[in-house]
């Protein structure tokens, strides 16, 4: 944050990218609560940590790697039992439009 | 045109790793299976489901790296990339964004006979997306397929260095030969394992800065890959000329209108939020595992087309031939080794006599589909049919009727001998001799004829030989013992 606010316009960017329909005066609530929570994160910059390589996990460990051998997964009947709408065979799907 | 333009290209290539099961579950990676039969919660992104890397996948991307001249990190991370699209069932990406796997590299190949190379900026790991079948099923218009989600892939980044659609055709070729003789993809366009995204700009020759580029979308084939190209900058050129700009954007490719149309403009350009995945701590390939997978790295066609002219006695063309397809070399090199461990010949000789053997007899009835070919006769028999050939008890004539018979018979050398009672040939000068003699002594006309100049009737003398020891005589012993003879 360059100046530790966050703009209406950059609530709004998040929610489109998020699939979220606001209003305006939901924008409005969502901009301070997101004023509040990044303030609280902006707690850290008082910290110096110019001699400190960034931490990209919580714990330091490695991940552990799997065999390439293939184990049993689900059958096409379990995994389509949750989904919405199905043919069958496939998850169905709202028309996905590639234009041609 | 009033200006000339310089096109500069850069290539993305999602290459399909080669392995039995997808990146982050045990769910097999085998093409064509029925939709939805090859899904876990994993890939399906289901709630609480872990990912755990497959180890053979990052060793491929890794083996690729190496082979490409990549600084291969001895750290790698996974991030996620997020964007909402109905292949897509975690509503993110298992990428590699801060921390690939691969950073740098080049490749070095031919267009036409000029050298060509091109940097890369990096090789990174990445989940593939599942596939939406269009129109299929009743009533709905799109159904998502799940098996090809979770499918690991290599993406390689080119540096803008590419300066032609020729030039890019060029890079896709070689790139794909050096990923299948690593045994790291299995260059099959048509099944998707090998598609490319092309960033195309033209600017103003003379320019320095580059000119606002469009990418266009998995293009899978080579020739697809030149025409949208060249449409492409035809087409940014008539914007430009007619004072137009182009918009950065993403364009699909339509081969059947022989068109690039646009998908999507930058003003919903995505924004995939990248952050570290959480489900995924760092990925730690030591120096020692790095050095040992470049050790075991199978070698590249040029390095055995090296080998094999300097070595083995091929000539360049020889050599280009039998490196055409990974399997074809493997073939080779089973022969030749097979030839040159007997010990009848030299290496050179053992090398060129493999090498034409395959080329007049093998090649033409050889099938590839993707990694994998068929020959009508194992590498092993014909190695050993070869070794007869080598040690003369069959004459190369022979040899090859043998072979055709095996080839439509299945069985081994030793069986077609046997069966067709084919005789080793008579290369035992004293035992040819005295038939010789005789073949001269009835045949006092053609004789004379021979004496006063018409060597042509060697190859009736010769005929006669053949006939009267049925083919078994071995033709070079034939021809000195006629030429010495008939003279006397």
């Given amino acids: 944050m360059d100046d530790g606010k966050i703009s209406s316009e950059q609530v709004r960017h998040v929610a489109r990218l998020a699939r979220l329909q606001l209003d305006d005066v939901e924008v409005e609530a969502l901009r301070g609560q997101l004023d509040a929570i990044l303030g609280y994160v902006a707690a850290l910059d008082a910290v110096d940590v110019t001699a400190l390589l960034p931490s990209f996990h919580a714990i330091p460990i490695l991940s552990p790697l799997r065999e390439d051998v293939a184990t049993p997964g689900l059958t096409r009947e379990r995994a389509l039992a949750a989904a919405p709408a199905s043919d069958g065979e496939g998850f169905a799907v709202p028309k996905v439009l590639e234009g041609a | 045109m009033a200006r000339a333009y310089e096109t500069v290209i850069g290539l993305e290539v999602h290459a399909q790793l080669k392995t039995a099961t997808k990146l982050f579950c045990g769910c097999p990676t085998d093409y064509g299976a029925a939709p939805n039969t090859q899904v876990c919660p994993v890939c399906l992104g289901l709630p609480g489901a872990l990912p755990v890397p497959n180890e053979r996948a990052m060793e491929l991307a890794a083996i690729a790296g190496l082979a490409l001249g990549c600084d291969v990190r001895s750290e790698s991370r996974f991030d996620r990339k997020n964007y909402f699209y109905p292949d897509l069932s975690k509503g993110y990406q298992i990428s590699q964004f801060e921390h690939p796997l691969n950073l740098g590299g080049h490749l070095t190949f031919l267009v036409g006979d000029q050298e060509k190379t091109v940097g890369l900026t990096r090789i990174h790991v990445e989940e593939d997306a599942a596939k939406n079948l269009h129109g299929a099923g009743g009533g709905a218009a799109t159904v998502v397929d799940f098996n090809r989600g979770g499918t690991p892939l290599i993406e390689i980044v080119s540096e803008p260095d590419l300066r032609s659609a020729v030039e890019a055709e060029a890079y896709l070729r070689k790139l794909r030969d050096v990923l299948m003789f690593l045994g790291v993809n299995d260059g099959n366009l048509e099944e998707g394992s090998f598609r490319c995204d092309a960033n195309v700009s033209v600017r103003p020759v003379g320019q320095e800065e580059f000119g606002t580029r469009t990418e266009?979308?998995?293009?899978?084939?080579?020739?697809?890959?030149?025409?949208?190209?060249?449409?492409?900058?035809?087409?940014?050129?008539?914007?430009?000329?007619?004072?137009?700009?182009?918009?950065?954007?993403?364009?699909?490719?339509?081969?059947?209108?022989?068109?690039?149309?646009?998908?999507?403009?930058?003003?919903?350009?995505?924004?995939?939020?990248?952050?570290?995945?959480?489900?995924?701590?760092?990925?730690?390939?030591?120096?020692?595992?790095?050095?040992?997978?470049?050790?075991?790295?199978?070698?590249?066609?040029?390095?055995?087309?090296?080998?094999?002219?300097?070595?083995?006695?091929?000539?360049?063309?020889?050599?280009?031939?039998?490196?055409?397809?990974?399997?074809?070399?493997?073939?080779?090199?089973?022969?030749?080794?097979?030839?040159?461990?007997?010990?009848?010949?030299?290496?050179?000789?053992?090398?060129?006599?493999?090498?034409?053997?395959?080329?007049?007899?093998?090649?033409?009835?050889?099938?590839?589909?993707?990694?994998?070919?068929?020959?009508?006769?194992?590498?092993?028999?014909?190695?050993?049919?070869?070794?007869?050939?080598?040690?003369?008890?069959?004459?190369?004539?022979?040899?090859?009727?043998?072979?055709?018979?095996?080839?439509?018979?299945?069985?081994?050398?030793?069986?077609?001998?046997?069966?067709?009672?084919?005789?080793?040939?008579?290369?035992?000068?004293?035992?040819?001799?005295?038939?010789?003699?005789a073949i001269i002594a009835a045949n006092p006309a053609q004789h004379e004829q021979y004496k006063a100049g018409k060597t042509k009737v060697l190859g009736f003398f010769v005929g006669q030989v053949m006939r009267v020891t049925k083919g078994a005589a071995d033709p070079a012993t034939v021809n000195a013992l006629l030429e010495r003879l008939l003279q006397e």
């Fill in chain 2, 216 to 437: 266009i979308k998995n293009i899978n084939s080579f020739k697809f890959v030149r025409q949208a190209i060249d449409y492409e900058v035809s087409r940014q050129v008539g914007v430009l000329e007619s004072g137009g700009r182009v918009v950065q954007e993403t364009r699909g490719w339509n081969d059947v209108t022989g068109k690039t149309f646009s998908q999507r403009s930058k003003e919903d350009a995505h924004d995939y939020r990248y952050f570290p995945d959480p489900d995924l701590p760092p990925i730690v390939f030591g120096a020692e595992r790095i050095e040992a997978l470049r050790k075991a790295a199978p070698k590249l066609p040029e390095q055995l087309r090296a080998e094999w002219t300097s070595e083995w006695g091929l000539t360049p063309y020889d050599a280009e031939v039998l490196t055409g397809h990974p399997a074809i070399a493997a073939y080779f090199g089973e022969v030749a080794g097979a030839l040159d461990a007997g010990g009848r010949e030299p290496r050179a000789e053992a090398g060129k006599r493999a090498a034409n053997f395959i080329q007049a007899e093998v090649l033409r009835d050889v099938k590839t589909s993707g990694l994998d070919a068929t020959f009508s006769v194992p590498a092993a028999d014909v190695a050993e049919l070869l070794s007869r050939v080598q040690a003369g008890t069959l004459t190369g004539k022979q040899g090859k009727q043998v072979f055709s018979e095996m080839a439509s018979s299945g069985e081994g050398a030793e069986a077609v001998i046997a069966r067709l009672g084919v005789q080793a040939p008579i290369s035992d000068t004293g035992a040819l001799e005295g038939d010789i003699r």
